[in-house]
Each structure stands twice: as structure tokens, then as C-alpha cells.
């Protein structure tokens, strides 16, 4: 839970005010323009930012988050571009998403959990990640976030760069982890369309600011979608 969060970048104010509230077992939608500022409340809630104001509870506690402590209270963030090592393996991709685990046979297991998800990477395992196709790269860092076995996972953008066919597989998949696994997601799309086929929620941004959330049937028939993308939006 996030309530009245501001995060400002010199002048500029990247988030002037937010509330956004995760369920356990739910996945939601943070959706808006360029710049609206979805990718700071990801990393705002993963640490990466530091807000001006606000609290960020985690189940009913005030958490500071701080990126090498927020793995441990089972959140994973997945970025915008992937950012995986495209010159490790894809084994070796998976074991920096496990090194909070102390234990090898603890990993070796999770990597099979993880595979067992993503049945593709399983052939690729000791080929440099740099050889896959962009879906699977995505798969690979989604997989590297699954590492930790969160219970919740912050997704940035899963779709960019992908084809439409790939685009639907991957959100097939985000929507398998959090039936089979109970994994509450929050995903940034630009990619609406798809997105809200598979959210319980969305919250739409523009500048700063939350202008709505609902659940996706209200958010197409009451037209907003196209109001805000409107202008800014470019296919
Ligand atoms: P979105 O993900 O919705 O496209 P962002 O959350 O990345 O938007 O950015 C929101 C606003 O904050 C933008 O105006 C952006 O330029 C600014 N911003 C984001 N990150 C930084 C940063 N590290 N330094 C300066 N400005 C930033
Ligand atoms: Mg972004």
C-alpha cells in the first residue's frame, strides 16, 4: 500500500500524490503516457527512487524500502528493458536472481521451479542469454525475478519490443504465475489493449497523478482511456 507518495527529480515532480493499494493475489495495471510516471512508483516501491513523502506499508507495517532488503520481504522488480547479462549464460542469469539463497541445491531447485514456468529456457540453459530471441530474453528476466520466490513481483514495460504474437504468450505467462502461484503483480503497459484482458485493476496516470482506477470493463465503456491517451499517445 502506497498513500500520498511524491517523488520530484530537481524541480520536477514525478509523482505529486499517489495511493496505489496491492491485494495479496491480484494483479493490476499501471497505465498512461509517456513520463506519467509508472516507472517511478515501481521503483519507488522497489527502492531505487527515494520518495519526498509518503508511506509505503507492507502488510500493515511502514516499510523504507532499500533494493538489497525489499528481495528479503518478497518483492522482485523486473525492469524496463529487461537488463539481463547478455554475455552469462542463461543458468548463470538465474542464479544472480537467486543470491539471496544461501544454499546451491535451494537455487538448482528454484531454477527448476522457474523452468518448469518457462519450459523454453530449459534447452537454452548453458547458452549466453545475449543468443535468445527477445521473448525469451523477457521470459529470462521475468524468471530471474521469480528466483526469489516473491509474493509480489513489479514488472516494467514486459511487452516492449515484441512481437504481437510474443506479447500475448507473455502475458499468458504473468497471468499463469499469479493463478498457479498466487504472485501479485503489478505490470506497466503501454500496451492496453492486451494488458486489461488479464488485470483485476488499473490505475491510470498522467503527470503525477492517479486520474482513475477501476476494473477494465468500466475503464473501456467510460471512454477515459482514449481521452488521456489522446494527444500524447503515439502508435
Ligand atoms: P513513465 O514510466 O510513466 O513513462 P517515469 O516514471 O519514468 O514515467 O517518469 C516520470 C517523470 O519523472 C518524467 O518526467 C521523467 O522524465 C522523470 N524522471 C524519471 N526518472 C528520473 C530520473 N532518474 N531523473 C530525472 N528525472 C526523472
Ligand atoms: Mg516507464
Do not use: C, W
Not at 536472481?97 to 537455487?107: L, R
Amino acid at each position: 500500500m502506497m498513500r500520498d507518495i511524491k517523488v520530484a527529480f530537481g524541480g520536477v515532480k514525478a509523482l505529486d500524490g499517489v495511493d496505489v493499494d496491492i491485494n495479496e493475489r491480484e494483479i493490476i495495471a499501471l497505465m498512461g503516457p509517456n513520463g506519467a510516471g509508472k516507472s517511478t512508483i515501481l521503483k519507488a516501491l522497489f527502492g531505487i527512487y527515494n520518495t519526498n513523502a509518503g508511506i509505503i506499508k507492507l502488510r500493515g507495517n511502514i516499510i523504507h524500502p532499500v533494493p538489497h532488503e525489499i528481495v528479503h520481504l518478497g518483492i522482485s522488480f523486473v525492469p524496463q528493458g529487461r537488463q539481463i547479462f547478455k554475455s552469462l549464460t542463461v543458468r548463470e542469469n538465474l542464479e544472480m536472481g537467486g543470491v539471496i539463497i544461501k544454499n546451491k541445491k535451494a537455487v538448482d531447485e528454484r531454477i527448476e521451479e522457474v523452468i518448469d514456468i518457462f519450459p523454453a529456457l530449459r534447452i537454452k540453459l548453458n547458452h549466453k542469454s545475449g543468443s535468445l530471441s527477445g521473448g525469451q530474453q523477457q521470459m529470462l528476466a521475468i524468471g530471474r525475478g521469480l528466483m526469489t520466490d516473491p509474493k509480489l513481483l513489479l514488472l516494467d514495460e514486459p511487452s516492449l519490443g515484441l512481437s504481437p504474437k510474443m506479447v500475448k504468450e507473455v502475458f499468458m505467462k504473468v497471468k499463469e504465475i499469479n493463478e498457479k502461484r498466487g504472485t501479485a503483480i503489478v505490470v506497466v503497459e503501454h500496451n492496453i489493449k492486451s494488458i486489461l484482458t488479464i488485470v483485476n485493476r488499473a490505475y491510470l496516470l498522467d503527470k503525477g497523478k492517479i486520474i482513475k482506477v477501476d476494473t477494465p470493463d468500466n475503464l473501456i465503456s467510460s471512454g477515459i482511456l482514449e481521452k488521456v491517451f489522446m494527444g500524447h499517445y503515439k502508435e
